[in-house]
């Protein structure tokens, strides 16, 4: 069974302050791993994956994530937040087979960024 | 290009109706998934259909069933609603393609409340 912890329910951060939102997975095989972003009253939005290559994956809004298959960890991370990426955080993780196309979710994590 | 839409926003059934949710994917994808978030937890994932068929499924009851139509669009039925299904319904389209790397595309939801 694949599964994902976000271990964090909040982040707190200083705008224009670095932030990591933290992700650990459980797959059999290589992952695929996705980053999802939801705001109040919406739908989740894609913010990127990883599904091999570079360990580093750039994604939308200067948003980034780093994959370490030793650590079966793939945190979010943003050099300079911003009070506009306040929002509710999910890591998602698909398994290359067996797992079909679904998508085993965390609970999410809160990054709240203030002045 | 329209991306995924689902209908209605907003529901309030009491318990033991039945209701049905209803998604057009992403123009071009032809294949639709539903998750279930209930308040203050990741997506959970009911299931995934696939040229009108069931595809795979997750841990849900019988009273959950879906339908998808030639056009691609699908609906989700819940029979002898439960004050426990209260909770926001997410439809995902995406391309089947086999395990796809695509990332699924979310719609905004429909929020089910039940008396």
């Known amino acids: ?98 797992g079909g196309n679904k998508l085993t979710f965390g609970t999410g994590t809160q990054l709240k960024v203030e002045l | 290009d329209a991306g995924v839409t689902q209908s209605p926003t907003h529901l309030i059934k009491t318990r033991g109706q039945q209701v049905t949710l209803r998604c057009s994917p992403k123009s071009g994808h032809d294949t639709v998934s539903w998750y279930q978030q209930a308040l203050g937890q990741g997506p959970q994932f009911i299931f995934q259909y696939y040229e009108e068929e069931e595809r795979q499924r997750g841990n849900f009851p019988d009273r959950f069933s879906g339908h998808q139509f030639p056009n691609y669009s699908s609906e989700l039925n819940v029979n002898a609603l439960l004050l426990g299904d209260s909770a926001l319904y997410l439809c995902a389209s995406s391309l089947w393609e086999g395990y796809s790397n695509q990332p699924q595309h979310f719609g905004d939801g429909t929020r089910l409340s039940i008396l």
Do not use: M
Not at chain 1, 18 to 24: I, N, Q, R
Not at chain 1, 42 to 50: A, N, P, S, T
């Open chain 1, 1 to 98: 069974a694949q599964s994902v912890a976000q271990p964090e329910d909040q982040v707190n951060v200083a705008e224009g302050n670095p932030l990591t939102v933290k992700c650990t997975y459980s797959v059999s095989g290589n992952p695929y791993l996705f980053w999802y972003v939801q705001y109040p009253n919406r739908g989740l939005q894609f913010l990127l994956k990883y599904i091999t290559g570079d360990n580093l994956v750039k994604g939308s809004y200067g948003f980034e994530a780093e994959f370490n298959k030793s650590q079966t960890s793939f945190h979010l991370k943003k050099p300079s937040a911003l009070v506009s990426d306040s929002a509710l955080y999910f890591c998602a993780v698909r398994g290359p087979t067996g």
